[in-house]
């Protein structure tokens, strides 16, 4: 599990992303969860809680699109 902060919620039809902030390094994540989930959770931003990684992507610093 990663010790991470919420630092945003936002509801997109079915899913809601959730930006998160990784409190040891800094580094900004984002998760993706259902919304029955997410309501179940009930996250605000300044939560502080653990993230587990199910699927992950990860885009070097330089990444361009």
Not at 23 to 40: F, I, N, Q, T, W
Not at 58 to 63: A, C, I
């Amino acid at each position: 599990s990663i010790d991470v902060t919420v630092r945003s919620v936002q509801t997109i039809g079915p899913l809601v992303r959730v930006e998160l902030q990784v409190r040891e390094s800094g580094e900004s994540v984002e998760a993706e969860l259902a919304r029955e989930a997410a309501d179940r959770l009930n996250l605000k931003a300044g939560d502080t809680v653990f993230a587990r990684p199910r699927k992950m992507t990860v885009f070097p610093g330089d990444y361009q699109i």
